[in-house]
């Protein structure tokens, strides 16, 4: 599975909109882009997936070019209630295994 | 209702005594992960299980062991637990079914060694 990259940290106020970007050079055809969120002392949750050009649900957007060799996860107006570690992963669909990268961390302040 | 379940949320075992997570699931996903997740790390994979097929990561040590008696339970066995142990173990469940499909995780376990 492709090695993905992000910014380990980002600092935010409440009320803007969080983008975090992931770069992902090595993702194969068959190979999903998947954000998940985790507070502390939890396990991680599922956010959004797409594959290509955007995806939007109710609490994300996701932006993958058409190169698909980077993707960013956009946050609208987010809240203090949104500071968390964001993971992007490649995920291939099938049995295969989850391999989590380093992550972000966001921080939302007042 | 929760669908991935995590026994004990919190575990205090002694060095060196064997210890087991466990873990069910009500979801009848046919796969599940077991990750270790240390302070202020990202979860590391173990091992997972596609139906009964298990899968180990190459850097588990053999210290780490499981079991998976049936679709809904999944066990995570240490045989000698040592200080560097203590984490926080994940269990995740996912179907193969579908083109991709999300994960979902129970609360974890903490563990601590004493």
């Known amino acids: 599975l492709a090695k993905t990259t992000q910014p380990i940290s980002m600092d935010s106020y409440e009320g803007q909109e969080v983008n975090i970007t992931c770069s992902h050079n090595n993702i194969a055809t068959n190979d999903y882009i998947t954000w998940y969120q985790q507070f502390p002392s939890q396990g991680p949750r599922f956010i959004i997936q797409g594959y290509k050009t955007k995806v939007t649900n109710e609490v994300a957007s996701l932006f993958i070019p058409a190169d698909r060799k980077s993707s960013t996860l956009s946050l609208p107006r987010v809240s203090l209630s949104d500071t968390a570690v964001y993971y992007c992963?490649?995920?291939?669909?099938?049995?295969?295994?989850?391999?989590f990268g380093t992550g972000t961390q966001l921080k939302v302040e007042l | 209702d929760a669908m991935v379940i995590q026994n004990p949320r919190y575990q205090v075992t002694q060095f060196g005594k064997p210890v087991t997570l466990s873990c069910s699931q009500t979801l009848n996903h046919n796969v599940m992960y077991w990750y270790q997740q240390k302070s202020s790390q990202a979860p590391k994979l173990l091992f997972h299980?596609?139906?009964?097929?298990?899968?180990n990561e190459a850097d588990t040590p053999d210290n780490f062991q499981s079991r998976r008696p049936n679709t809904s339970f999944c066990f995570l066995d240490i045989r000698s637990p040592g200080l560097g142990d203590a984490a926080m173990y994940l269990c995740?469940?996912?179907?193969?079914?579908?083109?991709?499909?999300?994960?979902?995780f129970g609360q974890g376990t903490r563990l601590t060694v004493v």
């Open positions: 995740a469940t996912r179907t193969s079914t579908g083109l991709n499909t999300e994960a979902f």
């Open positions: 992963l490649a995920t291939r669909g099938g049995g295969n295994k989850l391999t």
């Open positions: 299980y596609y139906d009964k097929d298990f899968n």
